[in-house]
């Protein structure tokens, strides 16, 4: 399960331009995750996602 805390996110638009099948972005930048659970072929994405997040606002769940 993607967690994403958008009270730190900063508006980079890693995770979008990483995986826009589980991201987006509002009309402020903020994150938006279009699915809590994504599919076993955006499992690379999303941990890369995670990873190239500047402010540390995207996490997996257990992780």
Known sequence: MI???RDI???????ALTAP???DQDDDGLVVTLT??????STD???EA?????SGA?????S
């Open 3 to 5: 967690e994403a805390d």
């Open 21 to 23: 099948e589980v991201f």
């Open 58 to 62: 995207l996490r997996l769940a257990g």
């Open 9 to 15: 996110c900063i508006g980079a638009g890693m995770c």
């Open 36 to 41: 809590d659970e994504p599919g076993p072929e």
């Open 50 to 54: 995670v990873q190239l997040c500047p």
């Open 45 to 47: 994405a999303v941990k």
